[in-house]
RNA sequence: GUGGCUGUAGCUCAGUCCGGUAGAGCGCCGCGUUGUGGUCGCGGUGGUCGCGGGUUCAAAUCCCGUCAGUCACCCCA
């Protein structure tokens, strides 16, 4: 009969120790920094009902071809979420909270059918937050520091922040038009591409980066010299917060982002250290009208969603945030056979104290060599001369201190005091 | 989704052009005499050469398909 040898599916992957243990060490900064700020966590289901992706525009690329969407077994159809900000304002306008701003963060796996590269895959886990409520541009100002102070939380300084505001609905129907009319006007010069992207939007023309595209995107007019005086307003008084914090931007006119509910304040964090098309390593922005549209009350958000797998590329290029260690503080070799070793073990992990042991009743050499292998400080070595005398020789890895005979008894409290010397 | 490149031991790779029956380094296991790791020495384990089909006396090597990775576009985190 047949073998079948299974593999996780294409664009998906298993994530091993220790860089898995690196990706929680990831989100554990990132869930400190958000409640510093202030932040509560949320965690929504992983599939929604289909509807509430489709609100973020049908023009793009993520609901119209890259939507885990599949019918349940009632008929009814949903999807695995391709991004959190729908579900997010989703359960914002089901739970409608009294106080305002709401603020959460995040962090999961999210779903989008592309086809894979080096920081591209289908299943992509990010960490982000949302706040719902407000539209006072020091909310905008804290929550694009947020996500700069994360990058340096992790030791990145290969970070550019990149900043555009695309106007609300005062003025972005007149940018539009005049930015349609434009490109019709160099229809022909257009690539073939970009023709059929400024049927569906005009705007993501100017994403394109296609060098023939280059000479007609570059005289384009542009959003930031079409913005109403109180959108202009708006995104002086983020530019402002931005440069008292310190925190240095560029000015990024033609930064569209993919999602359509974008209005005003949009940004994209770049990692300079990434040489492939996939240097993004977050990015967010405004969306005024996304509450509304998913049945709520008329509300300003605002967030942005970092990617896990993405930013630990970047980490990777500029040597930053390695792997924590995952080393026990303690090894037992045990040459009885192994019994003494199950009891030893169970009163170093119940104080405390991390304890792995040899198993297979290998010799004390091979032992010896695992032990080695773990990392850990301290080996405790136990045979039949220290079972005789209800002792344990307590041995040194990597210091001076050599191996010492310490009463069975005090193991644990002994272990503790060297592990911790300053308590 | 479109196009290019790649796929040989756990890992990194050589061998592929010019078909002849699989290699290195690292890792892993063991030994270097009485219960001691990290260095060193010796020995060993380990691959249906991604998978399937075809051509051939013979295929890791040529051809087709397929799966996966990767790069660019697209898109985006």
Redesign the pocket.
Known sequence: MA?TKF?A???TRDILSPDSERHRALVDVFAEEARLAGYGHIMSPIFEELGVFQRLGDS???VSK?MYAFEDRDGSMIALRP?LTASVVRAFVQHNPAALPWKAWYEGPQF?H????????RQ?S?VGIEVLGSDDPHIDVEVVALGWRFYQALGMSQVSLLLNSLGDASCRPAYHAALETYLRDHFDDLSE?SQA?LEKNPL?VL????REDAGIIAGAPLMVDHLSAETAEHFAAVRAGLEALGIPYEISPRLV???DYYTRTTF?FASTALD???N????GGRYDGLAESLGGKPTPGIGF???V??ILLACDAEEAFPAPRTAPDVFVVD?TGGAEAILLTDILRRAGIAADRGFDG?????Q??????SGAPWAV?V????VANATV?L?D??GESG?TSVARDALAATLNTRLHPEN
Do not use: C
């Open positions: 073998k593999q599916l294409r664009g793009t690329d993520v890259e991004e989008r592309e086809k894979p590269q080096a920081g591209r895959y992509f990010q591409q992207t993501r994403d394109s980066k296609r982002r993919g999602l994209e492939n098309a996939q993004a390593v977050g990015g969603a970092l990617g797998d993405r040459l290998r010799s004390m050499k091979a010896m060599k695992v032990a080695d292998r070595i045979g039949e001369d220290e020789t041995r890895m990597h191996q």
